[in-house]
């Protein structure tokens, strides 16, 4: 299958080859709107070309007059405000683009997770963007990276190697990850293992709040969070980067190398990226065989010319991470299945004993932009296999292999007259088989079909757009009996019908407001619909629900953005109404002959309201102040109690001073204080209280040139004060021993710093 898709893909790539192009140029020139002067160093994108440009010593830049059309055009540099501005390619004119000295990280990017990319201050859904610089912030994954930057952003951890996003309160399968162009698709209802993207293989990360059903299908309920591929560079360019740290706590050790080119429009890129960490401490000691080494391997090769551009991204990611089930002597200490103690030697091993997960991720995609004279049309190709193993020796007792296919086409016709209509179409099929020998669930396969219509009409303060999508669904489960458990045949038939609207009013030329209305839904899973055995990780028996329905949300949401000199905030607010609910639960006395809880899957109905945001102030020319804060509220309607795994609510301060210092760019230090309330609202089934707390963090960075080289380093430290706690969304914090659930209460991990150095040329 791999082969065929890479001949295919080939095969037509050839074909575009064919077009010719000029040699003409077109130029444009970026200036200082305070002091007039040449700005050089600013970076350049186009996005619906996949090109990157960079400003030379002049400010001036070449954007190829092969490319033709208006497209939307992005400038950004260290000390800018980043500006995006709508550019008609097919004019000769010199661009002369005005840029405001700012040391704010100001909204007004280009996005592209929404129907039609667009500025963000044009654009009605709640989008943050994360970029490369902020990507490459110590965290031992991406996910927790987002939840440390991005307000209304959380993470349901295991240690330190696993976090499953959470938006709004919605995680696991209410939250849809895009890489590479195409959904991330590895049995993601397990809280158990986390998303299988390279941390340091996106060039910025798009993170949709709130209901994305009209892009995304089914799954998207709570947002979107989309990996984009660095653009390449301008023709005859080579560009290559090595980053490498290290990290006090768990030994984290992480190294990445990449490389990428573009001759004459033939562009490529590859990127190899290694991580290895012994077991995590936390204030009171370190936990057993919580170690986990990464291993991945990306390459891009395809074209960029004058009709667009059409790339293959080829990826690979391993994940072998270590689990314990605690166990203790009588004092107390963590002991080994021959019970004896842990040693110093044990917890620095980064051999990983018995119990551990092996995950590995394949994903072929074929990614395509044509530019038409009445629009432009784009078109995704996926292939993914996800295998994911859990030992307890050599041969794996589970092995879940699964195969997806998927297809994503959308046609947007050229705005006229502020219309700017668009239309989609998206197709899927998965299947997965059994090859352990244990089984959580049956074999299964499913299929999905979907189709969307999008329109945006534009004012001059004023965009309203709206949308409706047609969403059809099949889950097909084997029906055999395994080890005396009996797994049920079932051939479920959904079908669901989306809309969308949305509003972005420009108050003055400071106040920009944005309100949305919707709706979203999600199918069932395999395992919702299908479990019947022991879920490890999870330390409990569970059994699905062939009856389940679609779960259906209904959102609104409402933001305003403030934008004046010294000062940009924004502030959210949202509500969501989930009708049928999927939720799982256990009643007393219904356990297994050895004494493991049940829990089974039913249905409820549940309410989250919550409001999330940010603030920003330059208190001098060098100093800034900055703020996140979010909070959500969750309620099971149904049973008249708190939803459970919802994050509790958080407001994070820092401090930020960034000198100019000569030979040296980008320079700064940063004290930050995380400040988590504490979460009373937890589901008695699952989950015990948390007290509220608070972390002292600290950075600082710089970067110079030698030979031609940038060479960015830094020293990042976490939890300075070793504080203990447990976060509301950690999967290893107190249970309820009451309730059958294993009393984990491991701390999180304690003080971190992270050495890290970045080479780039």
Request: hydrophobic content about 35%.
């Amino acid at each position: 299958m791999m082969k065929k898709f890479l001949f295919f893909a080939l095969s037509v790539i050839a074909t575009f080859n064919s077009y010719g192009q000029t040699d003409s140029k077109h130029t444009g020139r970026i200036l200082d709107d305070k002091k007039g002067a040449p700005i050089a160093g600013i970076t350049i994108k186009v996005p619906d070309l996949k090109l990157e440009l960079v400003s030379d010593q002049n400010g001036g830049f070449i954007i190829p007059p092969k490319y033709k059309g208006q497209h939307l055009v992005e400038f950004s540099g260290v000390g800018y405000q980043t500006r995006s501005l709508k550019i008609d390619l097919s004019s000769h004119d010199v661009l002369s683009i005005p840029l405001s000295p700012s040391n704010l990280t100001l909204d007004e990017v280009i996005v592209t997770s929404a129907a039609i990319s667009s500025s963000s201050k044009k654009n009605s859904t709640s989008i943050a963007v994360v970029g490369k610089q902020q990507l490459l912030e110590p965290a031992t994954n991406a996910i927790e990276g987002l939840a440390r930057l991005v307000p209304g952003v959380a993470a349901i951890t295991t240690g330190s190697s696993i976090a499953k996003p959470v938006i709004r309160g919605l995680s696991s399968n209410r939250v849809v990850t895009i890489s590479n162009g195409v959904k991330q698709q590895g049995n993601q209802w397990g809280d158990e293992h986390g998303i299988e993207i390279d941390q340091y293989g996106a060039d910025r990360v798009e993170v949709l709040r709130g209901a994305a059903s009209l892009m995304y299908g089914s799954d998207a309920l709570g947002g979107v969070i989309n990996f984009l591929e660095p653009l390449v560079p301008q023709s005859g360019e080579v560009k290559g980067e090595v980053l490498s740290n290290y990290s006090t706590n768990g030994g984290l050790s992480a190294s990445s190398a990449m490389l990428t080119g573009n001759q004459n429009g033939f562009v490529w890129r590859g990127r190899g990226t290694y991580k290895n960490a012994y077991s995590f401490k936390t204030p009171t000691g370190y936990f057993p065989n919580s170690g986990f080494n990464e291993t991945n391997f990306s390459a891009m090769f395809g074209l960029n010319k004058s009709w667009g551009y059409s790339h293959v991204n080829a990826s690979f990611f391993r994940n072998n991470i270590g689990f314990y089930e605690p166990a203790f002597d009588s004092q107390g200490n963590y002991i080994d299945a021959a019970g004896n103690r842990f040693t110093d030697r044990d917890f620095k091993n980064r051999s990983l004993e018995f119990p551990k997960q092996d995950i590995r991720h394949t994903k072929l995609s074929w990614n395509n932009q044509l530019i038409l004279d009445q629009g432009s049309l784009k078109f995704d190709l996926g292939y993914q296999n996800n295998q994911r193993r859990e030992h307890d020796n050599p041969v794996p007792n589970l092995f879940l292999d699964l195969h997806t296919l998927t297809l994503d086409a959308k046609y947007t016709v050229n705005e006229f007259q502020g219309w700017h209509p668009a239309f989609g179409v998206s197709a899927e099929h998965a299947k997965n088989s059994n090859k352990g020998a244990e089984f959580l669930l049956p074999d299964y396969q499913s299929f999905g079909v979907g189709a969307f219509g999008y329109l945006k009409k534009t004012w001059d303060n004023t965009t309203v757009n709206a949308g409706v999508r047609y969403d059809y669904r099949v889950n097909d489960g084997d029906g055999y009996v395994k080890d005396g458990e009996t797994f049920e045949k079932y051939k479920n038939h959904f079908s669901n019908v989306s809309f969308a609207t949305g509003l972005t009013h420009q108050v003055s030329p400071y106040i920009n407001l944005k309100a949305n209305l919707g709706n979203a839904f999600r199918s069932p899973n395999p395992a919702e619909l299908s479990s019947n055995g022991v879920h490890e990780g999870t330390f409990r028996y569970e059994i699905g629900n062939t009856a389940l329905k679609p779960e259906k949300s209904y959102q609104a949401d409402i933001s305003i953005d403030y934008d004046r000199g010294i000062f940009n905030g924004s502030i959210s607010l949202y509500s969501n109404l989930i009708k049928d609910y999927i939720y799982i639960s256990s009643r007393p006395g219904d356990e297994t002959a050895d004494g493991m809880a049940i829990y089974r899957y039913g249905q409820v109905d549940a309410q989250l309201h919550g409001f999330e945001g940010d603030f920003n102030i330059t208190l001098f020319r060098y100093l800034t102040f900055n703020n996140i804060f979010s909070y959500t509220y969750a309620k099971n309607k149904t049973l008249d109690r708190p939803l459970p795994f919802i994050p509790a609510g958080q407001f994070k301060n820092s401090l930020k001073y960034s000198p100019e210092i000569k030979g040296l760019s980008a320079s700064y230090l940063k004290v930050g204080i995380d400040n988590f309330f504490a979460q009373r609202r937890v589901d008695r089934e699952f989950e015990t209280s948390v007290s509220g707390y608070t972390l002292l963090n600290a950075s600082l960075g710089t970067t110079f040139k030698i030979r031609g080289l940038n060479i960015q380093t830094y020293i990042a430290g976490n939890n300075l004060l070793d504080k203990k706690y447990y976060d509301a969304l950690s999967r290893l914090r107190p249970g309820r021993l009451d309730h059958h659930d294993l009393s984990l209460g491991v701390y999180n991990p304690g003080r971190n710093v992270t050495f890290g150095l970045i080479t780039s040329f």
